[in-house]
């Protein structure tokens, strides 16, 4: 079993529509979550942490579910700008510890 | 403040040739990392390093050297090209403060014939 796994979409969504992805983790002890972006041909860059609590940046919302070892993002009012794969990121244990991408999901905005 | 920086940002070898790809970073982080990024299989972590003089495994090192002599920089090796090995390489710098923020540069791409 692989440690992140993501449906990979593509998700074709209209502007203005809200749209989530989830990811699950393989590993219970998992300690730090993440949500990084990645647009066509470029580096991934981080889109935001996920905290037990769930977290809220502006339209996109992460939550984490640390019993069914699952991971989601809701992207509210969707723009143009959002098209990009999103990658899931856990990381197993400290500092020290490796992070394991998902393969990410795919999602087209558009007009 | 440049991040992390890498060159080339292209390249075409033929089976069999050798090359250096850079990374260099200006954050004075510790952690550093190379992934691969192919169609259809995410990022995969080649090698690693926690600190200069220390490097280790990732899940695909086979092919590839990586050394550590400072801080900045964490340069990786392809020691006999192989068709196998064209793809996007990502280097990464890693901050380990509370962020835990791991930073790319903006890849190698390369085709190998």
């Known amino acids: 079993r692989k440690e992140v796994e993501q449906d990979p979409g593509p998700f074709n969504v209209p502007e203005g529509a809200t749209v989530a992805f989830n990811c699950t983790y393989s590993?219970?002890?998992?300690?730090?979550f993440f949500w990084y972006r990645q647009d066509c041909r470029k580096e991934p860059k981080l889109l935001m942490s996920v905290y037990s609590s769930g977290n809220e940046d502006g339209r996109f919302t992460a939550q984490l579910n640390r019993a069914s070892q699952y991971i989601s993002l809701l992207i509210r009012d969707s723009k143009l700008s959002d098209s990009a794969t999103y990658l899931c990121?856990?990381?197993?244990?400290?500092?020290?510890?490796?992070?394991?991408f998902g393969r990410g999901t795919q999602l087209t905005v558009w007009p | 403040n440049a991040g992390v920086t890498q060159t080339p940002k292209f390249q075409v070898l033929k089976t069999g040739q050798s090359m250096t790809l850079q990374c260099a970073q200006d954050?004075?982080?510790?952690?550093m990392s190379w992934y691969r990024q192919d169609p259809g299989m995410g990022l995969r972590l080649i090698h690693y390093?926690?600190?200069?003089?220390?490097?280790d495994q990732g899940e695909v090192p086979n092919g590839y050297n990586v050394s550590r002599s400072t801080t900045e920089d964490f340069p990786l090796r392809l020691l006999s090209a192989a068709p196998s090995q064209t793809s996007v390489y990502f280097c990464?710098?890693?901050?380990?403060?509370?962020?835990?923020?791991?930073?790319f540069g903006p890849g190698t791409r390369l085709t190998v014939l």
């Open positions: 990464a710098s890693r901050d380990q403060s509370n962020t835990d923020t791991q930073y």
């Open positions: 590993n219970s002890a998992s300690q730090s």
């Open positions: 390093s926690v600190g200069a003089g220390i490097t």
């Open positions: 954050m004075n982080h510790e952690y």
């Open positions: 990121v856990v990381n197993r244990g400290s500092t020290l510890g490796r992070l394991y």
